[in-house]
């Protein structure tokens, strides 16, 4: 549910809303009601007669919680403006605030009380829809940006796999840009998370030589090309990925942030201690090195290779 939020009715407005007449009308009502002998307010003046609106929008947008009708009123002495009757619109109550007592809307105003109501349930109705169309027309422009995007990254992949021979240039003009399969063995194509770059996802075709995309063992989402893993990270940054020396498997630095000899994420995380040479009986486990966080996937293999060489 969203907070309070309102329509004056002021005579002094450059405009005149829709609803003005109506709203006189209940007002002139409840005053006659209430005191017959004086005369009603002819006018809402914006400050000794002063009728508006108030509502509130359900959790569906859609429609109204609740809508109020206040009458308030204007003094002279302290300058300020208090209400002086609220009239419940979804249950016809009125409440008379200056002597606290409570009666039903006069039955001559229902219908124009309701339609007070209706126009605001409306209201708010047409301003969730065009807030929807607003939402739908922002979705398409970016499902369009994406497929564009896309298509200058396919149109890319074609140009370079026809540049290292591998695509005929004709036949690459017969290929849609749309295209999520790789043209020379029809696999799924793969992109890398940094650069968006395009390659094949089969490890058999020419083409993810050409254009090489490491996976991360673990998790299959991670895949970063060569390119991007040879950019060095920026300061207190993990590398993108590593690649082990002796599986000759690449790691997404999620991996490398827990494994023993990798570089953990910034200075003071805790990391596994490595296990002592008298638990198990090899030395080489307790001296690999722990590399910091400002070295590169290269320095880790190095790092490892060096450790391995001791022993």
């Known amino acids: 549910m969203t907070g309070w939020q309102s329509i004056i009715f002021d005579d002094d407005s450059t405009s005149v809303h829709p ?13 006659r009601t209430v005191d017959p002998t004086h005369p009603p307010p002819s006018n ?25 009708l206040n009458l308030r009123e204007g003094m002279q002495y302290p300058p300020q403006m208090h209400t002086h009757f609220m009239i419940n619109l979804n249950t016809m109550c009125v409440h008379d605030k200056f002597q606290d007592i409570r009666f039903p809307v006069p039955g001559e105003i229902c219908s124009v009380a309701a339609q007070l109501k209706e126009y605001v349930t409306a ?18 422009r970016l499902q369009k940006t994406r497929l564009e995007e896309h298509q200058k990254r396919v149109q890319a992949f074609y140009r370079c796999l026809i540049e290292k021979g591998l695509l005929d240039e004709d036949d690459a003009k017969q290929l849609s840009s749309d295209g999520v ?20 996802s089969s490890s058999d075709c020419k083409a993810s030589s050409a254009i090489p995309i490491m ?13 991007c893993l040879e950019s060095p990270p920026a300061a207190d940054v993990l590398p993108l990925m590593g690649q082990c020396p002796i599986c000759a498997h690449w790691f997404c630095s999620e991996e490398l942030r827990w ?53």
């Open 44 to 68: 809402a003046d914006g400050w000794w007669n002063s009728p508006s609106l108030y509502y509130q929008v359900d959790q569906s947008g859609y429609d109204t919680s609740i809508v109020i």
């Open 123 to 140: 209201l708010v109705r047409e301003r969730k829809e065009a807030e929807e169309a607003l939402q739908r027309e922002e979705a398409l």
């Open 215 to 227: 996976k991360c063992c673990t998790h299959s989402s991670k895949n970063y090309c060569t390119s």
């Open 181 to 200: 399969d790789c043209p020379l063995c029809s696999a799924q194509q793969e992109s890398c998370r940094a650069c968006g770059i395009i390659s094949c």
């Open 259 to 311: 494994c023993i000899g990798r570089p953990v994420l910034n200075e003071g995380t805790s990391v596994i201690e490595p296990l002592s040479p008298s638990t198990t009986g090899d030395t080489s486990v307790a001296q690999w090195p722990v590399i910091g966080p400002g070295d590169n996937a290269a320095t880790l293999v190095v790092g490892l290779l060096r450790a391995r060489s001791k022993h």
């Open 19 to 31: 609803m003005h007449s109506l709203a006189i009308q209940v007002m002139q009502c409840i005053y």
